[in-house]
């Protein structure tokens, strides 16, 4: 079993800065694409960044130059540098990881248990 645990949320004023980290333990063999993912109140999940093993990068359009996605393989670490924050980035954050516990590298997803994010004056 694989558990994901989240930190740095928090209330923050609009425009300012937080960052957010995860680190994934338990039964790691390897580590695949890790991610970000945000659910606002009354809204579907959805993607904020994701980034591969290799560190390749992609991210949403919303936060794109905002939000600098990072990982710490040794660590088994993500993390998500949000700035110049706005109230619609208010949501709760979850990181997600693609896990695989043995040779046979066969993954499977895993999500954390979400860190609230709130933007406001």
């Known amino acids: 079993q694989v558990k994901l645990v989240e930190s740095g949320g928090g209330l923050v004023q609009p425009g300012g800065s937080l960052r957010l980290s995860c680190a994934a333990s338990?039964?790691?063999?390897?580590?695949?694409?890790m991610g970000w993912y945000r659910q606002a109140p009354g809204k579907q999940r959805e993607l904020v960044a994701t980034?591969?093993?290799?560190?390749?990068?992609n991210y949403a359009d919303s936060v794109r130059g905002r939000f600098t996605i990072s990982r710490d393989n040794a660590k088994n670490s993500v993390y998500l540098q949000m700035n110049n924050l706005v109230p619609e980035d208010t949501a709760v954050y979850y990181c997600?990881?693609?896990?695989?516990?043995?040779?046979?590298?066969?993954?499977?997803?895993?999500w954390g248990q979400g860190t609230q994010v709130t933007v406001s004056s």
């Open positions: 997600n990881a693609e896990v695989a516990h043995s040779l046979l590298y066969r993954y499977t997803t895993y």
């Open positions: 338990g039964s790691i063999f390897n580590i695949n694409t």
């Open positions: 980034i591969s093993s290799g560190g390749s990068t």
